[in-house]
């Protein structure tokens, strides 16, 4: 079933509902991801598992077929219904999430969690695409910003939620409860989305979806697409970690019962992701217009500060001063997704779009989410017969030199981006 296309004569007014139905779905994809980093405590307690296998639940499990999956159905979406292939994967994700509440051992809770990565590969890149088809070039860095606002709200309800249910009920309620929400609200986006015409506000570009080595040919000759791809995997690797095990290092060293992690952390999600997700995509564009180096400085100057805040913030043991600091490091570690976003979708035409983000997002996700919570998790392990409970707070900081290593890459890449921008 194709839907009719909206018009292509200018921007129409309902592109804001599609934005936000969108933002709803991205909403729920961190909801389900992110949920499992406040549900680790009891789960691990009742499961009797180590921080290594915690790691490899909140980050291989999910990043297997996430990543592999995500190019071919990208693929799929530069030329076929984009929105049908959302609500499908919507559906599917949250199914797997209810089931995630009915696991019995680690090896049923892994398989649940690949069940999850398999529908989330078919959320972000036709999502991505279909923003690119609904706003003007002058407008995409806020739009995108606004769909990334479901990274830190997701992820808060996600804690919040979580950390609510787990200490009112259990752990699998939890689970059961959000992934039977987000099943009933998946018809929403077949009944209330258009497929729009592609690239309609590209002028000059014509052209069938192209395949996938075309368009990996493409973008093997532009080195910003890469650096940026590695730059925003190194920050992943820290980003990723810290959204999961933030929880539970505030339950070991600040000893925190958990319906106040829960409030504690959703706030810091909140407030700190939002603000900086915004502020990221204002900045990108008010001045991407006079350069396009623009897309990669932010970035880097984000990350650069992000550093020592990061230190600081995991080190300190007062709890207000840890709360300031990552605020700032939430703020900071997030602003990059409407610049890089942007600067991706514009690497390329049109119809390559969805494809190009999906290998972006492919690297992302395989390096940032598959190595970052279970690179934690072992070091903590490791860490453990000589830190004691301690040994989680030294672990996180010892990842901030993931930071870094993202604002050179961002750095270098400005270099390049002018001259691989499409015109």
Request: hydrophobic share 55%; with cysteine; charged share 10%.
């Amino acid at each position: 079933m194709t839907q009719p296309p909206v018009a292509d004569d200018k921007p129409s007014s309902a592109r804001f509902g599609v934005l936000a139905l969108l933002f709803v779905v991205y909403t729920f994809n961190f909801l389900d991801r992110q949920i499992l980093g406040i549900l680790a405590v009891p789960i691990k307690a009742e499961l009797k598992l180590t921080d290594t296998e915690l790691g490899l639940l909140g980050g291989l499990a999910f990043a297997l077929f996430y990543t592999g999956l995500g190019i071919p159905i990208a693929w799929l979406a530069d030329r076929k219904n984009r929105v049908w292939i959302i609500t499908v994967a919507f559906a599917f994700w949250s199914a797997f999430t209810a089931a995630c509440g009915l696991a019995a051992n680690f090896t049923q809770l892994f398989l649940m969690r690949m069940g999850v990565g398999i529908g989330e590969a078919g959320g972000v890149a036709p999502s991505y695409s279909l923003i690119a088809d609904y706003f003007p070039p002058k407008e995409r860095a806020r739009a995108f910003s606004f769909y990334a606002f479901g990274i830190p709200i997701g992820s808060a309800l996600g804690v919040l939620l979580g950390g609510v249910f787990a200490s009112l009920i259990s752990w699998r309620a939890a689970f059961i409860a959000v992934g039977l929400a987000g099943f009933v609200l998946a018809p929403f986006v077949i009944w209330l989305v258009r497929e729009p015409a592609r690239g309609r506000f590209d002028a000059g570009e014509k052209g069938k979806a192209a395949g996938f080595l075309q368009t990996f040919a493409v973008v093997a000759r532009k080195p910003s697409f890469w650096i940026m791809a590695f730059a925003a995997s190194s920050s992943s690797i820290i980003n990723y970690a810290s959204f999961f095990w933030i929880p539970s290092f505030l339950g070991r060293s600040f000893h925190l019962p958990l319906h106040e992690i829960s409030y504690y952390f959703a706030a810091l999600l909140l407030v700190g992701g939002v603000v900086g997700i915004w502020l990221g995509g204002i900045f990108a564009d008010r001045f991407g217009g006079k350069s396009k180096r623009v897309y990669a400085l932010i970035p880097a100057a984000c990350f650069l500060v992000t550093v020592p805040a990061s230190v600081f913030g995991v080190l300190s043991p007062s709890l207000t001063v840890a709360f300031s600091f990552f605020l700032v490091i939430i703020a900071l570690g997030l602003a990059w997704l409407g610049p890089v976003t942007t600067a991706i979708q514009h690497l390329v035409p049109h119809h390559m779009r969805a494809t190009t983000s999906a290998i972006y997002l492919f690297i992302n996700n395989l390096i940032g989410l598959g190595l970052g919570p279970v690179l934690i998790g072992a070091l903590s392990d490791a860490l453990t017969s000589e830190f004691g409970a301690e040994g989680l707070r030294y672990s996180l900081a010892a990842g901030s030199v993931f930071f870094l290593v993202a604002a050179i890459l961002y750095f270098i890449a400005a270099r390049f981006l002018p001259r691989d921008w499409h015109a």
